[in-house]
Each structure stands twice: as C-alpha cells, then as structure tokens.
C-alpha cells in the first residue's frame, strides 16, 4: 500500500464548478502538506502549502488537512480552463523528502 | 530571475548504456533534489544534494547516482540503462534552509530507453 493514495481522475467539470480534490495518507508523522499542480510537459508547481492541520486559503483556491483523518483536500471554486491540469498532493515529515501522490488529472471545459 | 534548468529536455538511450542529465538551480539555491516521474508510480524521490554533499537517498538501485558541485549545479547518472528506467527525471531546488517547503521544479528530462 503506498503510503499517499490519489485518484487518478481524469476529473472533467464544466467551467465556473467547484473542484475539489482530495488525498489519504498512512503516515500520522507527516507535518507539511503540499498541492502541486502540473501542465504538460512542465514540471511541477506549487500552489499551496499548509502545516499540520487547518484550513489555508488563497483567491480561488483552499487547501484543508485533516490529521485525524489522514485526509487533504484542495478546492478551486470558479474553475476556469486554464486550470486543466494534473494535480499532484505532497507530504512530508519535516525536512525530509517529499512524498507524492501519483496526480489527478483535471479538465475544465468552456 | 532564472528557474531551474534541466538539460537536455529530450534523451533516447539503448539499454546497457548509461546516461548524464544535468541541472542548474535558481542563483542561490543550495539544496537541489532529483524525482523521478513515471505514470504508474508518479514522482519518486532519488536523492537530494546539499552544499555538495548527499544528505537523502531514496529506495532506487546503485545504477541511479548524482553529484554536486560547489556552484550548486548538480548532474545525475544512470548505469546500464533498463526499459523500466523510461521516465521523466525533474530536479528541484530550493534554499535548502527549510528542505521541503518552496521546491521549484525544473521542465525534467524526458528519457527513452530503448
């Protein structure tokens, strides 16, 4: 079992929805928790970081983590076509290695 | 300000041979991580570099190995190419300070092995 599980998608939603894209966990020792997002044939970037549990929010987008569920969650409210992408969730204990889920891939369409 | 540079973007190696893909970190940046990205696996870490010195190792063979040098610039080398080695290998750099919080990935380099 890996220790980050992601599904894969494809997500594919209609321009203006909310998305919401979500990641488990096994390891309770994660601290750091990361969404990346992907284009193709670009490496990734980050979008949002938080530590330890809580909500962070940044314009459209709101990162949640919830440690006593090993659970993550990133929204986009208003999705819009630029936004297609492959959303990848990362972790990490402290200044350790990032640990990755394998990205869910998303579309919005006009 | 310049991001991080992977070269070359594009490699087709036979098995058994061995190959060298190159990058250069943001001006600065003294940690610079080496992840290998497959569509089954997703990313995996290899190793990551500090002022020269590896200070974590992921679960990859020996073929799989890296360097930096004191300009941060780091190269990694794979031996005795295998199929299964097809991937797209992405360096990332950061401060070094606070390891894993603000890593900025380069493109990657995209090899083939045939």
């Known amino acids: 079992q890996k220790e980050v599980e992601q599904d894969p998608g494809p997500l594919s939603v209609p321009e203006g929805a909310i998305v919401s894209l979500n990641c488990t966990y096994s390891n309770s020792a994660f601290q750091y928790f990361m969404w990346y997002r992907q284009y193709s044939r670009k490496g990734p970037e980050l979008l949002m970081y938080?530590?330890?549990?809580g909500n962070k929010e940044d314009g459209r987008f709101t990162a949640q983590v919830d440690k006593s569920s090993k659970y993550i969650s990133l929204f986009i409210r208003d999705s819009q076509p630029s936004d297609s992408a492959t959303y990848l969730c990362?972790?990490?204990?402290?200044?350790?290695?990032?640990?990755f889920g394998t990205g869910t891939r998303l579309q919005v369409f006009p | 300000k310049a991001g991080v540079t992977q070269t070359p973007r594009y490699l087709i190696k036979t098995r058994g041979q061995q190959v060298t893909l190159s990058c250069s970190p943001i001006?600065?940046?003294?940690?610079v991580s080496w992840y290998q990205q497959t569509p089954g696996q997703g990313l995996q870490f290899l190793f990551e570099?500090?002022?020269?010195?590896?200070?974590n190792k992921g679960n990859f063979p020996g073929r799989f190995s890296g360097r930096q040098f004191s300009n941060s610039r780091s190269e990694m080398n794979v031996s005795t190419l295998e199929l299964g080695d097809s991937a797209l290998y992405l360096c990332?750099?950061?401060?070094?300070?606070?390891?894993?919080?603000?890593?900025?990935f380069g493109s990657g380099t995209r090899l083939t092995v045939v």
């Open positions: 570099y500090f002022s020269e010195t590896q200070r």
């Open positions: 990332a750099s950061s401060l070094g300070g606070t390891q894993t919080i603000g890593y900025t």
């Open positions: 938080t530590y330890s549990s």
């Open positions: 001006s600065g940046h003294r940690s």
């Open positions: 990362a972790m990490s204990r402290d200044t350790d290695k990032l640990i």
